[in-house]
Structure formats: structure tokens, C-alpha cells
């Protein structure tokens, strides 16, 4: 069965400084990969996707996440963090041909120092 | 087009009773997942539901049941409550029964006491 680690449970940046968010991923095909986004007490928000194609995906809020097959992994990037992106990002993956429910990873905290 | 949304946002109940959560996907969208979120055990699937079809089942007791409309909307609930049955109680419509690509609701946060 398909598994997505994210390593960093908490990681602390200072406002406009650089983001990278690690998600490695164990399944030998080409997933299907996600990223979400969780405010406190809010729902999951969909800020960017991979299926095929260009592996360098651009979202929303100014992230992006680069698809690195060789690596298994898809991070997540942000040049300058805002004070507002301070939230719990989640990344997802999903299989072809599965069930149609992505595996989630356990989460990171993302702590903006102003 | 209006989002996923959950109903009630926050319950409170006793151990032992029973509750009833609701969610209406995002129109034309037919399928619609549930999930439970606590800090400990993280974020974890509960069922599918598809055209009424409990397509996908998560490890959960028989407690957690579901059901789905024929206009998508889907109920769940959970019977016989116990305190650790408090957690944020996600769900999630997709717009195809094809597709891993879901949008989700605010949550209904469950207090059990």
C-alpha cells in the first residue's frame, strides 16, 4: 500500500523568509499528488496538484512543489512566507487504477515568526 | 459555486448517545468522503459514498455508519458515543468517481462529555 511521510512535524520560519515543506512518497508507479492547506478549525484547502507532465506545479497563496521521481518525493516551496501562511499543510497521494481515496501524510506545522 | 458545507459546525455530546452529522457537497459532485481528524491519530478515512454506494470503507467500528442521497448529500453517524469519539469530522466531495482531487467543508467539531 502506498505511504507519504512528512518528516518535519513542526518547522518555524521567520516572516519573508524561504519555505520547503518535504513530503516523500513510497509507491513504484506514478502517483497522483496533492497538496493541502488547514487553518485553524478550518477544512482542508487544495493548493496545488500533480498528475502528469511538468514536474514544477505552481498554486495558490504563491506556493509550488516540484515532482522529483528519482527522490520520491514532492516538496513544497515558497519563496517569501507571509505571518498569514502560518497553518497545517498536509500532502496527499494517490494511485492509478486505486481506490480513489488519498493516503494523507501526518502533517506540518508551519510556526511564522513576524 | 458554493463549497462543501457541514452541518452542524460544533456539537456537543454525552458518552452513549448518539449523533447525526450532515454534509452537502459541491453541486454535481458525487462523491463524498468522511474523514476523522484528532491530534493524535492525524487524519483518518472513515467511507466513500457514490450514486448512494458505499464504495470505500476505513477501519472504523461498526459504530460510524453513513449514508448518501440521491441528490449526494451525505449523512453519518455515530452511535453508542465514547470520549474518544471527540475529533474534527471532515468531509470531502470529489466530482467524479474517478478522481483523487477533493474539496473539503469546514468540519463539524465533536465534543464528546
Known amino acids: 500500500a502506498q505511504s507519504v511521510t512528512q518528516p518535519d512535524i513542526h518547522i518555524t520560519v521567520s516572516e519573508g523568509a524561504s519555505l520547503e515543506l518535504r513530503c516523500n512518497y513510497s509507491?513504484?508507479?506514478?502517483?497522483?499528488l496533492f497538496w493541502y492547506v488547514q487553518s485553524p478549525g478550518q477544512g482542508l484547502q487544495l493548493l496545488l496538484k500533480?498528475?502528469?507532465?511538468?514536474?514544477l506545479v505552481q498554486g495558490i497563496k504563491g506556493f509550488e512543489a516540484e515532482f522529483k521521481r528519482s527522490q520520491s518525493s514532492f516538496n513544497l516551496r515558497k519563496p517569501s512566507v507571509h505571518w498569514s501562511d502560518a497553518a497545517e499543510y498536509f500532502c496527499?497521494?494517490?494511485?492509478?487504477?486505486?481506490?480513489?481515496?488519498?493516503?494523507f501524510g501526518r502533517g506540518t506545522s508551519l510556526i511564522v515568526h513576524p | 459555486k458554493a463549497g462543501v458545507t457541514q452541518t452542524p459546525r460544533y456539537l456537543i455530546k454525552t458518552r452513549g448517545q448518539q449523533v447525526t452529522l450532515s454534509c452537502s457537497p459541491i453541486?454535481?459532485?458525487?462523491?463524498v468522503s468522511w474523514y476523522q481528524q484528532t491530534p493524535g491519530q492525524g487524519l483518518q478515512f472513515l467511507f466513500e459514498y457514490f450514486s448512494e454506494t458505499q464504495r470505500n470503507k476505513g477501519n472504523f467500528p461498526g459504530r460510524f455508519s453513513g449514508r448518501q442521497f440521491s441528490n449526494s448529500r451525505s449523512e453519518m453517524n455515530v452511535s453508542t458515543l465514547e470520549l474518544g469519539d471527540s475529533a474534527l469530522y471532515l468531509c470531502?466531495?470529489?466530482?467524479?468517481?474517478?478522481?483523487?482531487?477533493?474539496?473539503f467543508g469546514p468540519g463539524t467539531r465533536l465534543t464528546v462529555t
Open positions: 453541486s454535481g459532485h458525487r462523491s
Open positions: 500533480y498528475f502528469s507532465g511538468d514536474t
Open positions: 509507491y513504484g508507479a506514478t502517483p497522483y
Open positions: 470531502a466531495s470529489s466530482s467524479t468517481g474517478n478522481s483523487y482531487e477533493q474539496y
Open positions: 496527499a497521494v494517490g494511485v492509478s487504477g486505486g481506490s480513489y481515496i488519498p493516503t
